[in-house]
Each structure stands twice: as structure tokens, then as C-alpha cells.
């Protein structure tokens, strides 16, 4: 009867991420109409910040109660199941072209952030003192406070830079509003609580039910965790993508990154230390080498193909597996 209820709660949880997220982002994304910036620029932004906002809950809720494994694996496979599935099942539907800026700026950043997590969150594999690399649940390294208080720093720098290049690149064009100004705060706001909520209920349900079944917290962080709380980057960039915004479907992705990388992990470490086990570091090893084939395949053309597409959601299939039977 326990696992019933937790499941249920575990629902409910996934509903109000993801309802809230959707508020949240309709009314950011009216809002940020009023200054008239590109769709690939509210992407990378209002857009990326709003649909990650349920990563942000979920890791910074499991870093206070103590369940840094679903903080850690939560943020890496939200990350893996975002440029794998998100960006390859935008692709099979619809080929996706590729805006300029992504390629030679937000994407490199991307591959960045994801080399400076692995850097810091490995400091006793990278320096020889792991006591057994090929034991998942050893000590790989640590992510300090102040390693977390300098993430948040280089994601302040990433988002004020980005916010530069939306005021140079303002379009002149008058859109028609859809939402009244008070409308969209009043999403918001709703949006915000219904994510705070939405995140508690994941990660006290989600951690019943790893104890129940005998599931660890990284393989619920890495699954249940990481695909429900995604969902909303899914949905979004769909929608976006099927309407002809490819801008904000692709900025969505690299920027829910950045911000799940930067500022989630950053956040949660400055508030609580998180340890990191082998199996996290091999996973940011993955998430790495998965960075690295979807800007291959973001590079190789002026759009990603449905072939393309068809193969990276072909690997996130296989990495599943992997992760389960590990």
C-alpha cells in the first residue's frame, strides 16, 4: 500500500513540475516579448531557465536532505536525456536548423561548463587518490562550497553576457500580446510554487520508493528523476519546433544545460557539499562524450537530420540500459 501511495505522490509531484514549469514559462516568455528580443535569445534564457526551474528544485531539496546522489544524477541525466532525446525527437519530426550563435558560442560554452563540473567534481580521481576507481559507490571527489559559490559566479557572467548580446540584437518588430502584464506575473508566480512543491513531493517519493524496490539513488536520480523532470524541455521544444520556432527548441536544450551545469550544481553545493560517487563521475564522463557527438552532429551541416536525430535517441536507449544493469 506504501508503494501505491508513493507512486501516486510521485505523479502528483511530476504534475505540478510540470504544470508549474508551463505557467512559468508562458508568463516569462510574455513578459520578455516586451523587450522584443530573438526566440533563440528567450531560449537560451527565460525560456531554458524556466523549464529547468524543476531540476533546480529537485537537486537543490535532495542536497538539503542529503540525497546528493539524485542531485548529482538528477542534473547529468537531465543533461544526457536533453541533447539525446530532446534534440533527437525534435529532429526525426522536423530537421532542425541550427542558429549561427549556438554553434560558435553557446554550445562550446556548454562543452565547457560540462569539462569544468567533471574537473571539480573529480578531484581525487584526477589526482591519483581514489582509493577504487572500479567501485561505483567509491569517493571519485567532492564538489565544495566554494566550488559550487564559483559556478553560480561563471553562470552570473554566462547569463550577462547573454543578456548583452539579446540588447544588440533587439528586433524592431511589434508583436501582438497574448497575456495582459499582470496575467503573465500571476503565472509566474504560480508557476514558481507549484515547482517548489512539484520538487519536494519528487524527491521524498522518489527516495521511498529507490528503499522499496532496491534501486540506489543515483539509478533513480539517472531515470525516474531525471526524465520527469526533463519533460518540460521536451514539451517545449517540440511545440517550439513543430511551429517553426528552431531557435527556441535548440536554445532551450543548450541553455537548460548551462543552467542545470552552472547554476543547480552551484547552488546545491554552496548550500551543502555534494559528494561525488565513481558511477556520478563516469556519468559526467558520458555526458561529456555525449556533448561532443551532438556538436559534432549540430557542425556537420547547417541542420541536424532526422537520421541524426534517430541516432541519438538510439544512444539515450542504450545508455538507459546501461545505467540500469551497471
Known amino acids: 500500500m506504501q508503494i501505491v501511495w508513493n507512486c501516486f505522490i510521485l505523479i502528483v509531484g511530476f504534475v505540478a513540475l510540470i504544470k508549474g514549469a508551463d505557467y512559468f514559462v508562458e508568463g516569462s516568455a510574455a513578459i520578455a516579448r516586451f523587450f522584443k528580443v530573438p526566440g533563440v535569445i528567450i531560449g537560451l534564457t527565460i525560456v531554458a531557465m524556466g523549464t529547468s526551474a524543476p531540476e533546480l528544485a529537485v537537486s537543490v531539496s535532495a542536497g538539503l536532505s542529503?540525497?546528493?546522489?539524485?542531485?548529482?544524477?538528477n542534473v547529468v541525466g537531465s543533461n544526457i536525456f536533453?541533447?539525446?532525446v530532446?534534440?533527437?525527437?525534435?529532429?526525426?519530426?522536423?530537421?532542425?536548423?541550427?542558429?549561427?550563435?549556438i554553434k560558435k558560442r553557446d554550445f562550446p560554452i556548454s562543452l565547457a561548463a560540462t569539462l569544468l563540473v567533471g574537473v571539480l567534481a573529480g578531484n581525487l580521481v584526477l589526482s591519483?587518490?581514489?582509493?577504487?576507481?572500479?567501485?561505483?559507490?567509491?569517493?571519485?571527489g567532492e564538489l565544495f562550497r566554494w566550488n559550487g559559490l564559483f559556478l553560480v559566479a561563471v553562470f552570473i557572467l554566462y547569463l550577462l553576457y547573454t543578456i548583452r548580446i539579446a540588447m544588440r540584437n533587439r528586433t524592431g518588430e511589434d508583436e501582438a500580446e497574448t497575456?495582459?502584464?499582470g496575467k503573465s506575473i500571476a503565472f509566474i508566480v504560480f508557476g514558481l510554487i507549484a515547482i517548489?512543491?512539484?520538487?519536494?513531493?519528487?524527491?521524498?517519493?522518489?527516495?521511498a520508493l529507490a528503499l522499496a524496490w532496491g534501486m540506489s539513488e543515483t539509478l533513480v536520480g539517472l531515470t525516474i528523476v531525471a526524465i520527469g523532470t526533463s519533460l518540460p524541455e521536451l514539451v517545449t521544444s517540440v511545440v517550439a519546433s513543430s511551429k517553426g520556432q528552431n531557435g527556441m527548441a535548440i536554445g532551450n536544450v543548450v541553455g537548460s544545460n548551462i543552467f542545470n551545469l552552472l547554476l543547480i550544481l552551484g547552488v546545491s553545493s554552496s548550500l551543502h557539499p555534494i559528494r561525488i560517487t565513481m558511477a556520478s563521475f563516469?556519468?559526467?564522463?558520458?555526458?561529456?562524450?555525449?556533448?561532443?557527438?551532438a556538436f559534432a552532429f549540430v557542425c556537420s551541416g547547417r541542420k541536424v537530420n532526422r537520421f541524426e536525430g534517430g541516432l541519438m535517441v538510439a544512444m539515450y536507449i542504450g545508455y538507459t540500459v546501461y545505467a540500469i544493469i551497471r
Not at 66 to 73: P, Q, R, T
Not at 86 to 101: E, F, H, I, R, T
Not at 196 to 207: C, E, F, K, T, Y
Not at 282 to 293: A, E, F, N, P
Open 66 to 73: 542529503g540525497s546528493n546522489a539524485i542531485a548529482v544524477s
Open 82 to 84: 536533453n541533447l539525446l
Open 86 to 101: 530532446v534534440l533527437g525527437v525534435c529532429a526525426v519530426m522536423k530537421p532542425l536548423p541550427v542558429d549561427s550563435g
Open 128 to 140: 591519483g587518490k581514489c582509493q577504487d576507481i572500479h567501485d561505483v559507490n567509491a569517493t571519485a
Open 179 to 181: 497575456v495582459s502584464l
Open 196 to 207: 517548489i512543491v512539484g520538487g519536494q513531493l519528487v524527491v521524498n517519493s522518489a527516495r
Open 282 to 293: 563516469v556519468d559526467l564522463g558520458i555526458l561529456l562524450g555525449v556533448s561532443l557527438i
